[in-house]
Nanobody
Framework: VQLQASGGGLVQAGGSLRLSCAAS????????MGWFRQAPGKEREFVAAISWSAGSSYYADSVKGRFTISRDNAKNTVYLQMNSLKPEDTAVYCCAAGSIYSTNWSGYSYWGQGTLVTVSS
C-alpha cells in the first residue's frame, strides 16, 4: 500500500483544515488507518485511528471533539477534518495503514509522507 497525504497549510487559530490520505492498492479497505503528527523537537504523537469498516474510531484526548477521522473505501481515501485549530496543533501530519487498529505507531506497516500544518496565533 502506498499512501499520499495532502491538505496541509497555514491557518489561523480557530480555523479548519481537512487532510486527505489517498491509498493505492486494492486492499485499502482491509486496513485500519491512523493519523500521527510530529511537531519540531517532539516525538511522534497519535492523533486518530479508524477501523477498516469505519465502525470504530479513536482520538487522542488533545484533539477529541475538534478532529474527525473518516474514510471512503470506494475512493481509497481517509480524511482528517480538523476544526478549532490551535497553535499547538502545528506539526507534520502523517497517515498510516496497518492490519491492527491501534494508537501505537508500531501497529502500522505503511506510512505516507507528511503534510505540514501550521496554525498561527
Amino acid at each position: 500500500v502506498q499512501l499520499q497525504a495532502s491538505g496541509g497549510g497555514l491557518v489561523q487559530a480557530g480555523g479548519s483544515l481537512r487532510l486527505s490520505c489517498a491509498a493505492s492498492g486494492r486492499t485499502f479497505s482491509s486496513y485500519s488507518m491512523g493519523w500521527f503528527r510530529q511537531a519540531p523537537g517532539k516525538e511522534r504523537e497519535f492523533v486518530a485511528a479508524i477501523s477498516w469498516s469505519a465502525g470504530s474510531s479513536y482520538y487522542a484526548d488533545s484533539v477529541k471533539g475538534r478532529f474527525t477521522i473518516s474514510r471512503d473505501n470506494a475512493k481509497n481515501t481517509v480524511y482528517l477534518q480538523m476544526n478549532s485549530l490551535k497553535p499547538e496543533d502545528t506539526a507534520v501530519y502523517c497517515c498510516a495503514a496497518g492490519s491492527i487498529y491501534s494508537t501505537n505507531w508500531s501497529g502500522y506497516s505503511y506510512w505516507g509522507q507528511g503534510t505540514l500544518v501550521t496554525v498561527s496565533s
